[in-house]
DNA sequence: TAGTGGTCTAGACCACCAC
DNA sequence: TGGTGGTCTAGACCACTAG
């Protein structure tokens, strides 16, 4: 066998190692990780090079390192999930909190569309095509702003639909529970004439133009865990996104 | 003095160093920095820590290495700037090449609003309030998609109106001729109503819905040289980002 | 005081490129 | 063949944390 087409640095290898540990759960949100020089004794290689690993899960916010003290596992708290992911800010700039009230839950087959969307179809032949649909009305600053639809596959949040109660970011849940940990969101935005059965929900006037925003949301594992959809009056506040 | 207060790791001083030259124009857009050993000796450190100053720097896209061979600066060329900030897309996730048409060309004073936008108050009293306003159509498969507002500060891009031609992404014009990196840009996104006057121009009804995008375009200093506005149709496309 | 991560150095070896 | 960046190691010292 060529060793040429199969090379990958050390550090590589390391990164993999440990993002394949984090993937099944071998180490638990926020629990800390052995020390560098540990973890390098175990696989054999020197302290710089597991370094030069952990550092780069730091810079995808799957690790934090606090000196003197270890390396953690990121938790994705009710802040952070929504200060990293949640887009919309007051026109000044200011962060905005929303509360979130559930108004439909339901679970069912996915359409054709949503099979692509999710990915369900790549994954092995016969995939469980059933998926959790829950309906949500984000208010900020107590009014009615952002109407979003979720969907969960059942081959990844196994009977989702019988959690007592749901948070307001609900990544926070797939973490602790599902052993999902969403590194990457995919957005793609339209301006649409607002439908009329959201308008009602929303308290504003059918084809009134407004924000339509699908969203896939990425594991740590790579693979599209859920997927997402809302319609968002943007009178009051804007998208704002930052690109480097 | 407190050494303490002041303390800067040796990396983040070559960094610095780096940045500030970069931002003089002492390294033109493509030209080749010294190696790494030349660029230690010369600043009184290590190889591996210029290393660790140099891979932040391409980590921001400032700089590129090719092994073997040395370390360049960045150069933005038209596919790389579109690739990387022009962020519409088919809906089915191909990447789109719009062509560019400029209608009007404009000099004029900054209102208040845009002297905020452009940070032209904090530059420094009695500043320069002038500016360039370039309006253009956008179109993709040749059909007018987008209208666009550009501003441009005579302070930063002085005599800007008498250039001759106009290249489809400004970006590559900024860097070559008057010494500015766009490294940044951040965009506010709303959903409104096209105005009346504009949807002659995109061959659109008054009143569609349509994404209104507004966009700070941030120099390697880290102060904004650029701000525009412009509104799309996203019957046939999608304004796409990804957050990491 | 002991253990952790943070910085910095020096040097070895490899892969790629140009002459 | 010589110069460049890419990887890897080993070790020193510092700063922070906790008992």
Redesign the interface.
């Known amino acids: 066998m060529s060793l040429s087409t199969n090379f990958q640095p050390l550090y590589k290898q390391v990164y993999d190692t440990l993002i394949e540990r984090l993937s099944a759960g071998y180490w638990k949100p926020a629990a800390a990780l052995p020390s560098e020089f540990a973890l390098a004794e175990e696989m054999g290689v020197s302290q710089g090079t597991v370094r030069k690993a952990l550092n780069q899960l730091v810079?995808?916010?799957i690790l934090v390192r606090r000196q003197g003290k270890g390396t953690y596992v990121s938790e994705h708290t009710q802040e952070s999930s929504m200060f990293?992911?949640f887009?919309y800010?007051e026109?000044g700039g200011d962060d905005l909190i929303p509360s979130t009230e559930v108004i439909a839950l339901e679970r069912r087959e996915a359409t054709a569309r949503e099979i692509e969307k999710l990915e369900l179809n790549t994954r092995h032949k016969n995939a469980e095509l059933g998926v959790v649909e829950v309906t949500r009305i984000r208010s900020i600053n107590g009014k009615p702003a952002i109407f979003e639809r979720v969907l969960q596959p059942l081959a990844i949040f196994q009977d989702i639909d019988k959690e007592r109660e749901l948070p307001n970011s609900l990544y926070t849940l797939y973490q602790e529970k599902y052993n999902i940990s969403i590194?990457?969101?995919?957005?793609?935005?339209?301006?649409?004439?607002l439908p009329a059965d959201i308008a009602d929900h929303l308290n504003l006037t059918a084809n009134a133009?407004?924000?339509?925003t699908?969203r896939a949301s990425i594991n740590i594992d790579g693979r599209v865990a859920e997927w997402s959809q809302a319609y968002?009056s943007?009178d009051n506040f804007?998208?704002?996104?930052?690109?480097?």
Chains 1, 2 share one sequence.
């Open positions: 810079a995808e916010n990293r992911f887009r800010r026109a590194v990457e969101v995919r957005d793609e935005l339209q301006a649409v004439s133009p407004v924000l339509m699908e968002c943007t804007v998208y704002s996104v930052s690109l480097k």
